[in-house]
């Protein structure tokens, strides 16, 4: 099956300007996360979806936002963007198999850069 | 809250070795436990998981964990490393809900 596809995969974008990052679940899963990736930082968490709901939000400012359509495909937005918000937003999507209990399937990532 | 952590950044090791990547981690409750791998330019892809059962936990690609609940430790192992194990492992932790604490990551480099 196919796998988790954000898009785009690289942009460059100027401090003030607003980004929007997609991305579109392994069919049938459900749920959708957001992670920023930043050499200093690491991985954090920004927010999971689960049917259309924002169910958990991290600790990033109201910039950061996100929303889920009926086909589970998710989008994120940072607005006013700031040098910091460089880095790789990594989306995972999850299922509710037993099987996959817990499991996180990631996609490549969108790298975004603010000059 | 939980949290996570790595303390080594960079564990370098020599191809045939073995080689053992270190998690601490501190919460509350029960939590799962994940390993997982991170490739140049590619996202994470799972190693292993810890949800109950046995402690000894065997992944993908010959690497294996223990639980040690005593210790709070999932430390990730694997007895002879291949020039191909050279990437980035992450640590992670949930206490469900799918909300995933990672520790900074500790990148494994294989040298021949």
């Known amino acids: 099956k196919a796998g988790v596809t954000q898009t785009p995969r690289y942009l460059i974008k100027t401090r003030g300007q607003q980004v929007t990052l997609s991305c579109s679940p392994i069919?049938?899963?459900?749920?959708v996360s957001w992670y920023q990736q930043t050499p200093g930082q690491g991985l954090q968490f920004l927010f999971e979806?689960?049917?259309?709901?924002?169910?958990n939000k991290g600790n990033f400012p109201g910039r950061f936002s996100g929303r889920q359509f009926s086909n589970s495909r998710s989008e994120m937005n940072v607005s006013t963007l700031e040098l910091g918000d460089s880095a790789l937003y990594l989306c995972?999507?999850?299922?509710?198999?037993?099987?996959?209990?817990?499991?996180?399937?990631f996609g490549e990532g969108s790298r975004l850069t603010v000059l | 809250a939980q949290s996570v952590t790595q303390l080594d950044s960079q564990v370098p090791v020599f191809e045939e070795a073995p080689v053992e990547l270190r998690c601490n981690y501190s919460s509350s409750v029960s939590v799962y436990l994940f390993w997982y791998v991170q490739y140049p330019n590619q996202g994470l892809q799972l190693l292993l998981k810890y949800l109950s059962g046995s402690t000894l936990v065997k992944g993908i690609n010959g690497f294996e964990a223990e639980f040690n609940k005593s210790q709070t430790s999932f430390h990730l192992r694997k007895p002879s490393v291949h020039i191909s194990d050279t990437a980035e492992y992450f640590c992670?932790?949930?206490?469900?809900?799918?909300?995933?604490?990672f520790g900074s990551g500790t990148k494994l480099n294989v040298k021949p």
């Open positions: 995972a999507s999850s299922s509710v198999r037993v099987s996959e209990a817990g499991e996180l399937f």
């Open positions: 069919s049938g899963h459900r749920s």
């Open positions: 992670a932790v949930s206490a469900g809900e799918n909300k995933f604490y």
């Open positions: 979806y689960f049917s259309e709901t924002q169910r």
